[in-house]
């Protein structure tokens, strides 16, 4: 069985925390990694990154792993074959159950709170600068891409083709972005508001 010695000399580098050796590797395999990936991820742009990002993560916590028997590349498209199968796991969960932000009682609530008419009241007014407070913190910690596109969709009621449009990717991929984005959004909001999100049956019974 081959061994491949200028990888197994790159591989001892990386694991003495060598700088240089760190550079190389990321900008050896990220580009060809991130192929491999994405013919197996069609049309999805960001799903292609976050697994390339992971599987060159894990593949640097593991590194001590590799004995040269394959090619350095070789073992890193079996990280990240692994990382896609979890992937599209990951997905087909959310496609067949998926939780959206704005069907919580508490982020429908403060969506809505937005388009409440200026004469609403002082407390509805206070009530409206908070959610409004709240949901801009939340999309300002999420990825850019994340935010515009939340943004767009719930705040500007854009349609998912005139987001689409504005990413420069397909429909499908704009969708799956969404669907990330309002998970991020989501546990981001929870955050935000305190272990009572979610509870809204809890927290009425606390105030009775």
């Not at 350095?72 to 990240?80: G, R």
């Not at 969506?111 to 609403?120: F, K, M, Q, T």
Request: proline residues 4%.
């Amino acid at each position: 069985m081959p061994v491949h010695l200028e990888d197994r000399q790159l591989a001892k580098r990386l694991r003495r925390g060598d700088t240089r050796a760190f550079d190389r590797f990321f900008h050896d395999y990220f580009a060809r990694l991130y192929r491999f990936a994405h013919a197996r991820l069609p049309d999805d742009h960001d799903a292609t990154a976050e697994v390339v990002q992971a599987s060159l993560t894990k593949a640097m916590r593991h590194i001590r792993k590799y004995r040269g028997e394959a090619a350095l590349f070789t073992w890193l498209c079996s990280i990240c074959r692994n990382e896609i199968a979890d992937w599209h796991r990951r997905h087909a969960r959310y496609r067949n159950h998926v939780v959206l932000s704005e069907d919580h009682p508490e982020v429908r609530a403060a969506v809505e709170s937005l388009h409440a008419p200026d004469d609403a009241g002082p407390q509805r007014t206070q009530q409206r600068t908070e959610a409004a407070r709240l949901i801009q913190v939340a999309l300002d910690r999420l990825p850019p891409r994340y935010g515009d596109a939340l943004e767009w969709k719930y705040i500007e009621g854009r349609s998912v083709k005139e987001i689409a449009g504005r990413l420069a990717i397909s429909a499908e991929a704009t969708q799956s972005l969404l669907a990330r984005a309002r998970r991020a959004f989501q546990d981001i909001y929870a955050e935000l508001v305190g272990p009572a999100f979610g509870t809204g049956d809890t927290t009425k019974q606390a105030h009775s």
